[in-house]
């Protein structure tokens, strides 16, 4: 999966990523879905000097949520 960038309020560009939980004998990677839910962990990384932080965000996310969305829950997260 390819990252997916959005942009705050304030410029700083964050580039989304779902994490992984481990690579497997076969090389294949299985996304970090929490626990007992349909959510998966994604990282938000940052440009500049802001915390990367981690999001809960549902199966999905990188094509249903928007742009808006995103940034809601990245400021969210970060506070």
Avoid: C, H
């Amino acid at each position: 999966m390819m990252p997916r960038e959005v942009t705050d309020g304030n410029g700083v560009t964050w580039s989304l990523v779902e994490a992984y939980a481990g690579l497997s004998e076969d090389g294949k990677s299985e996304a970090a879905r929490v626990e007992g839910t349909d959510r998966f962990r994604v990282i938000a990384t940052p440009t500049g000097g802001a915390q990367s932080v981690e999001l809960e965000l549902p199966a999905g996310w990188a094509d249903d949520l928007s742009d808006d969305d995103l940034v809601k829950e990245i400021g969210a997260a970060a506070e």
